[in-house]
T-cell receptor
Framework: AQKVTQAQTEISVVEKEDVTLDCVYE???????LFWYKQPPSGELVFLIR??????QNEISGRYSWNFQKSTSSFNFTITASQVVDSAVYFC????????????FGQGTRLTINP | KAGVTQTPRYLIKTRGQQVTLSCSPI?????VSWYQQTPGQGLQFLFE???????NKGNFPGRFSGRQFSNSRSEMNVSTLELGDSALYLC??????????????FGPGTRLTVL
């Protein structure tokens, strides 16, 4: 069965600090997708990134970066020089390519950036 | 390009009633998924439709049902409402299903309160 674990329930940092959100996943499928979504206070989930299981290259997009390691089944998300606008709940998600093909979410990490 | 739209945004119902929620996907997207979000259970998958056919179903009772129309718009229905059905119901659309799956884009959600 698929499972996504975000062990950090809440993180609070001061603006401009770097922060890493952890994500560990479980799946029996060899082909799958990993995602990160952001949910600001407005409630709408905003897509951030998709990663295929066969592409372990790390990705950087501005202040955001993602570290995908199949050996440890982890897909961590780092925000560099955090800003107050980064405050939100962040979800990691997994979808098998075969099998059930359901999008399974972690419990989310509430990130608060204090000025 | 317009995003995913959901109507209504807020609903208040009483126990025993039924409710229908509507979702219009992004133009060109043919797959629609529904999720329930509660503080206790997090984001849980309800079902996914593609080409007017239910492709996947989560672990919810039969009171929860859905359908998709030929224009890809989708509705979900909850009958005999219970207090525990109070939640944010999110709809998401993606281009396709299976090999044609890409990331899902979410609507703003419908906040359902059952009294």
């Amino acid at each position: 069965a698929q499972k996504v674990t975000q062990a950090q329930t809440e993180i609070s940092v001061v603006e401009k600090e770097d922060v890493t959100l952890d994500c560990v996943y479980e799946t029996r499928d060899t082909t799958y997708y990993l995602f990160w979504y952001k949910q600001p206070p407005s409630g709408e989930l905003v897509f951030l990134i998709r990663r295929n299981s066969f592409d372990e290259q790390n990705e950087i997009s501005g202040r955001y970066s993602w570290n995908f390691q199949k050996s440890t089944s982890s897909f961590n998300f780092t925000i560099t020089a955090s800003q107050v606008v980064d405050s939100a709940v962040y979800f990691c998600a997994l979808r098998d390519f075969g099998g059930a093909q359901k999008l399974v979410f972690g419990q989310g990490t509430r990130l608060t950036i204090n000025p | 390009k317009a995003g995913v739209t959901q109507t209504p945004r807020y609903l208040i119902k009483t126990r025993g009633q039924q409710v229908t929620l509507s979702c219009s996907p992004i133009s060109g997207h043919r797959s629609v998924s529904w999720y329930q979000q509660t503080p206790g259970q997090g984001l849980q998958f309800l079902f996914e439709y593609f080409s007017e056919t239910q492709r996947n179903k989560g672990n919810f009772p039969g009171r929860f049902s859905g359908r998709q129309f030929s224009n890809s718009r989708s509705e979900m229905n909850v009958s005999t409402l219970e207090l525990g059905d109070s939640a944010l119901y999110l709809c998401a659309s993606s281009l396709g299903f299976g090999a044609f799956y890409n990331e899902q884009f979410f609507g703003p959600g419908t906040r359902l309160t059952v009294l």
